[in-house]
């Protein structure tokens, strides 16, 4: 089991910042990909960045490469994204989620845990 726990969403104008966090506990040594969905309401979940665990590799989503960026620290069990320039359209719930196969990163099936979602609005 791997527990995830995010924060860090807010409300931010357009053009600012934002990081937010996302607590990993439990069978982390079970954890293959971590990544970061969004959903915004009426819309399905979409695929905004992911990093495998033990590595460096990362992937991100077109809407967000160059503006995003998502990064852990082992140590600590945390995971960030980094959201700058944000933009109207960046309005979503933000969902922390981790996978224990190897499967594509970009999939919403490949992620076995979730978290509750933090949400984050970017007024224009």
């Known amino acids: 089991q791997v527990q995830l726990v995010e924060s860090g969403g807010g409300l931010v104008q357009a053009g600012g910042s934002l990081r937010l966090s996302c607590v990993v506990s439990g069978r982390t040594s079970s954890t293959f990909w971590m990544a970061w969905f969004r959903q915004a309401p009426g819309k399905e979940r979409e695929f905004v960045a992911a990093?495998?665990?033990?590595?460096?590799?990362?992937d991100y989503g077109d809407a967000v490469k160059g503006r995003f960026t998502i990064s852990r620290d082992v140590a600590k069990n945390m995971v960030y994204l980094q959201m700058n320039d944000l933009k109207p359209d960046d309005t979503a719930v933000y969902y922390c989620a981790a996978s224990t196969t190897g499967t594509p990163p970009r999939l919403t099936s490949s992620y076995s845990y979730w978290g509750q979602g933090t949400q984050v609005t970017v007024s224009s």
């Open positions: 990093l495998w665990w033990v590595g460096r590799l990362t």
